[in-house]
């Protein structure tokens, strides 16, 4: 079975992710770090954000065991991620990797922008995760406190609306809900409850198969 997971910055897609293939006993791969590995390496090597040979060159040999560099979290690789993923040649070098991860046994949960429309359309659950900004920012912010990061959340609030509104309104693999997935809003909703929300929508979709 393969489970994609799409939503805005922040919206607790990689968390989500995580349990689900944890309940399920499949692998995860949250592919917001692909994007993010990218622009780290440009931004090392001195290379533009939009310098599209050397991006994709950098794509496709890319190390997914520097998956884990703490780097990769902050908010300016985050922001840089988001304007390396808009090229199109960029994200194409990236399909496959994405599309092996899904299909490999015993099952997948991917998470990101464009899984349930573009790398997996024929996903067997979609869920698109979203929370109200405000709420987010507020997460996002204590998140970065707990690792010893200072964050001042109006910061952290504009930099996911800009990175939002730029991942929905680039040509390429816009980040959008697929037509059949389920919309899951944790605004209200802590960790544990929007577990059991999305595992309610698997199984719910599960034993409309049988
Ligand atoms: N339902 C929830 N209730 C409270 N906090 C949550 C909830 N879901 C996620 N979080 C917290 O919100 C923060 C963002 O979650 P997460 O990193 O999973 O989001 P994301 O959508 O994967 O982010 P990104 O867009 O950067 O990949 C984390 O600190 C996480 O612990
Ligand atoms: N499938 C995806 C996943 C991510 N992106 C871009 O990467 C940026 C960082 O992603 P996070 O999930 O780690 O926040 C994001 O803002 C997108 O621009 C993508 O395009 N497609």
């Known amino acids: 079975m393969i489970i994609a997971i799409d939503g805005p910055a922040a919206s607790g897609k990689g968390t989500l992710g995580k349990r689900l293939a944890h309940h399920y006993g499949y692998r995860h791969l949250d592919t917001g770090v692909i994007y993010r590995a990218v622009a780290k390496a440009l931004l090392d090597e001195g290379f533009d954000l939009t310098d599209e040979a ?15 560099h703490p780097e990769l979290k902050t908010q300016r690789i985050g922001d840089a991620a988001s304007v390396v993923s808009a090229i199109p040649s960029v994200r194409e070098a990236l399909v496959n990797f994405q599309r092996q991860f899904a299909a490999g046994p015993p099952g997948a949960v991917l998470d990101g922008r464009d899984i349930g429309t573009v790398i997996c359309p024929n996903a067997d659950v979609k869920i698109f995760v979203v929370a109200d900004p405000q709420v987010r ?18 910061l952290v609030l504009a930099d996911i609306l800009k990175r939002d509104e730029r991942d929905r309104n680039r040509a390429a693999a816009p980040l959008k809900a697929a037509d059949d997935a389920h919309v899951l809003d944790n605004s209200n909703l802590d960790i544990e409850a929007g577990v059991r929300a999305a595992i309610a929508i698997v199984e719910a979709v599960r034993a409309q198969r049988k």
């Open 137 to 154: 920012a507020r997460r996002r912010t204590l998140e970065a406190r707990a690792r010893g990061e200072e964050a001042d959340e109006a």
């Open 54 to 68: 050397r991006a994709v060159a950098v794509a496709m040999e890319l190390d997914p065991e520097k998956f884990g």
